[in-house]
Structure formats: C-alpha cells, structure tokens
C-alpha cells in the first residue's frame, strides 16, 4: 500500500464491470484504481484515459509483475478466471476474483488450494456479500421482528438477448453462474443450515445452456427456499423472507436499496434505506484492504470454503440439468 495507506488496485478486464470498479474505486480514499490491464494496449490506455487510471498494461501479466500493484481484481468473464488468477496467486499478487469465482469446483479448489499452500490473499467479489444490507437484514430477522423464518424466495432476471456470454458453452454462458449465483447467496447470506433436500428445472437454449432456472431447497432448520433466474425476461428481483410473525421484503437481491418490514396479515410497518452507495462495489474492496492490513488470508464476509461450496452446489445443478462447459472434461 502507499505510505499513507491506500490500497492499489489493479484491474484485469477492460469490460463493463472493470468501468464500475473504476468509478467505485474513484470515489473512495482508502482505495485507487492504479491500473487496468487489457488483451491490447489500445484498449487499456482508452480506459485508464476515460477513469483517469494512473497505469495501461497491453498484457495481464505485465500487472501481475507490476510490484507497486496490492491486489489484483479479476474483472474478465468467469471462464477466463482460472489462468490469469492462477498465474497471479504463484506470483503471490493477491486477488479479488468476480463471481461467478470459476467455471466450476475443480478450478476453485485448485485455486483455493495453491493461495492456502503459498499463504497468499484470495477472495470472491459477490458484492452482495460484502453490502451493509447483508447485517441488517440479519439483525432484523435475529431480534423476532418477523418470528420464525419458514419461507424464503428470491427472483433474479434480465431480459439479455442472445449475449455470447450467456449463450456459448465455452464462456459458462447460461443464466446460473452469473444470476442464480446471487440468489443462492440470498439464502447462504441469512440461513446457512444444510439443505436437505433440493429439486430443481430449467430452460436451455438452442445452444445447450440454461436460460430459465428454479430451484427449491429445504433447509434443517425447517425453512424452503423458492429461487429463480433468467436471463430471458425482466424479473422483479425482489427478495422475500416470510416468518410467522410477519415479512421482510428486499426490493432487489441483485444490490438491495430498501428493507420493507411487514407484520401480521402484511400490515405495513417501515422501510429501512440502506446506507447511500458509490455503486455498492466499494465494500468489497474496504473488506479486502482490511483484511490485508489485519493479516488475513481471506474475508470474514465470504469465507473460502463458502467459495467452494457454492461452486459445488452450481456444478451438481447443472450436472442434473445436462448443462456443460468445455473446462467441466479437463483435468
């Protein structure tokens, strides 16, 4: 970090979301956008040109070798995150890898593994995770507001068109691991007892990846979980937490803005605003600039293992809905 303690951050990816962490990053003081590495040079000095990034790489591996960089954001699509975050961990660079973390488990454990054997930093940036939202809703449903949790549900769609990174098997397309993923998160972030059971069923795509997924799970605690995601239509994106005393309802899990607490017979009784954002990237990076000040090898707020087993939980979803990617044969 610099001498007065900001955290820089270099960002793999010159794509959508490489910009909205460059605006995040641009907005705080503990933290700067230090440099962008693209596939070409042109590319990367149009976009630190556009965000005022201090550097330009034309190559990820010029960043990686970068020793002014402090952590390394993977902000490429989730089938290029296993190269360049490996090459970056044996190059004992710290990262802070996009969701969905890779393409499926044998690549995160791998990964997980070889930053747990060098001692280097790792985390997944599910920003929902890291989101002050996340301990509200906990301390609304811990202190009785709504009694006991039963049923939880959660829709997460985006009308995307015939996007390549939706519809082709080699870039993990499909509406699970860049949607659905946040509406098993919804479930893990509040009520992470085992599912007991699950069913699920999907939509594919003349290309084979699925569209249109919903999944039920039950939990041993009693509660069951209605999900769904698409990246074929326009969803609410509304989250729900019915208890037996009332409601809590999240106006949407994708970056939640509002907590509307109902009581019996859905009796309105407030709305609780979060705490104004940059774009709700930013506490992602404040978590991992903390965690690298205290020592810390991982984040409170999105545990390793947490990484692994949505990653597991993904691949035996799309294991039983006959949806693959070229990386799930490799070995």
């Known amino acids: 970090m610099t001498k007065d303690g900001r955290l820089r951050v270099g960002i793999i990816g010159a794509g959508w979301i490489a910009e909205r962490a460059a605006i995040t990053l641009g907005g705080l003081t503990d933290c700067e956008c230090y440099a962008i590495a693209s596939r070409t040079l042109e590319k990367a000095e149009a976009f630190a040109k556009k965000w005022n990034v201090t550097k330009a790489y034309g ?35 710290p990262c802070l ?13 791998e990964i997980v593994d070889i930053a747990r054997e060098r001692k280097v930093f790792l985390a997944e940036a599910i920003w929902t995770r ?5 301990g509200m809703v906990r301390n609304l449903i811990s202190s009785g507001r709504i009694g006991t949790p039963r049923l939880l549900t959660a829709t997460l769609g985006y009308s995307m068109g015939e996007k390549p990174r939706i519809m082709q098997p080699d870039l993990c397309g499909g509406a699970l691991l860049d949607l659905g993923v946040y509406a098993l998160n919804f479930v893990r972030m509040f009520f992470p007892a085992d599912i007991v059971q699950i069913e699920s069923l999907c939509v594919k795509s003349k290309t084979g990846m699925d569209l249109t997924n919903a999944i039920s799970l039950v939990l041993s605690d009693g509660l069951l979980c209605n999900l769904q995601s698409s990246a074929a239509c326009v969803g609410d994106n509304i989250g ?17 803005q509002k907590i509307t607490v109902n009581k019996h017979d859905r009796l309105f009784v407030e709305d609780i605003h979060v705490p104004q954002q940059i774009t709700g990237y930013e506490y992602q990076f404040l978590a991992c600039r903390q965690a ?31 949806v693959h990617y070229p990386m799930d044969n490799q070995t």
């Open 59 to 93: 190559s990820y591996s010029e960043l990686i070798n970068d020793p002014e960089a402090d952590l390394i954001y993977v902000a490429t699509p989730h089938s290029h995150h296993y190269d360049v975050t490996k090459e970056a961990i044996l190059a004992d660079k």
């Open 97 to 109: 890898v996009e969701k969905a973390f890779m393409a499926n488990l044998r690549q995160a454990q």
């Open 130 to 134: 890291y989101q002050p939202v996340v």
């Open 240 to 256: 729900v937490i019915a208890g037996t005393d009332g409601n809590l309802i999240i106006d949407n899990i994708n970056n939640p």
């Open 292 to 322: 690298l000040i205290n020592g810390q090898l991982e984040v409170h707020e999105m545990p390793l293992e947490e990484t692994l087993y949505m990653m597991e939980l993904m691949d035996s979803l799309r294991q039983k809905w006959g």
